[in-house]
């Protein structure tokens, strides 16, 4: 079970109506998301120039850049705080598996993968940089990313998104075979005020100081 399951199941149910947020927080709205059968992939309507690379055993400069280049503007910071020990152990640990979208040999996306719990795979980190939103690599992406699961002895392969990731994200998944299956609330600092991130990341979320 995933740290984020864990706390939706341990946390008290939040009241009805509206709660405060504190001014330098971000409350964010997360969907969780799961299939447990292999799906029908879509068709990619552009694969020209894509390629998929795996970032076998990636040093976390080169990890932290590419995180970053993909995740910055939907305010992605997890990887950015996590302690390099902490980092190294999980992004070097065989049954993590990391991929980089390449077109025309540049990186334009990346993908995570989490074996770690058994009979089950999280696709924890997935995202396309904005050169590649809307021109078919997404869904190139995403039918590697189903392949790569499914090729392992899963059960259940397993995603969240919030409303801070791209408007489209949540109807892809769907699309992608996946189905809502739990809600969350998450609160955390705003990293555009700790330093960790620009203040221009994420020009669609408010800062709030």
Avoid at 14 to 29: D, E, F, I, Q
Avoid at 186 to 197: A, H, I, K, N, W
Wanted: one cysteine or more.
């Amino acid at each position: 079970m995933s740290t984020a399951e864990k706390s939706n199941q341990s946390n008290p149910e939040l009241p009805m109506g509206y709660s405060p947020v504190p001014r330098g927080k971000l409350a964010n709205a997360v969907t969780c998301l799961e299939m447990t059968s292999r799906p029908q992939l879509r068709e990619a309507s552009n694969s020209a120039g894509l390629s998929l690379e795996r970032m076998r055993t990636p040093d976390l400069q080169t990890y932290r850049q590419l995180f970053r280049a993909i995740g910055e503007d939907w305010l992605w910071v997890s990887r950015l705080v996590m302690a390099d020990e902490a980092l190294k152990a999980t992004i070097g640990d065989p049954l993590v598996e990391i991929y980089v979208l390449l077109s025309d040999g540049r990186q334009a996306g990346m993908l995570e993968l989490d074996f770690r719990q058994p009979g089950q795979c999280e696709l924890v980190f997935f995202g396309v940089g904005k050169s590649a939103i809307g021109t078919g690599a997404g869904r190139y992406l995403m039918n590697h990313a189903l392949s790569i699961a499914w090729a392992h002895p899963i059960e259940r392969l397993w995603v969240h998104t919030c409303h801070f990731d791209h408007p489209n994200a949540l109807p892809f998944y769907r699309r992608s075979g996946f189905r809502p299956y739990a809600f969350m609330i998450e609160v955390t600092d705003d990293p555009r005020l700790t330093g960790v991130l620009p203040r221009s990341a994420a020009p669609h979320v408010p800062i709030l100081e």
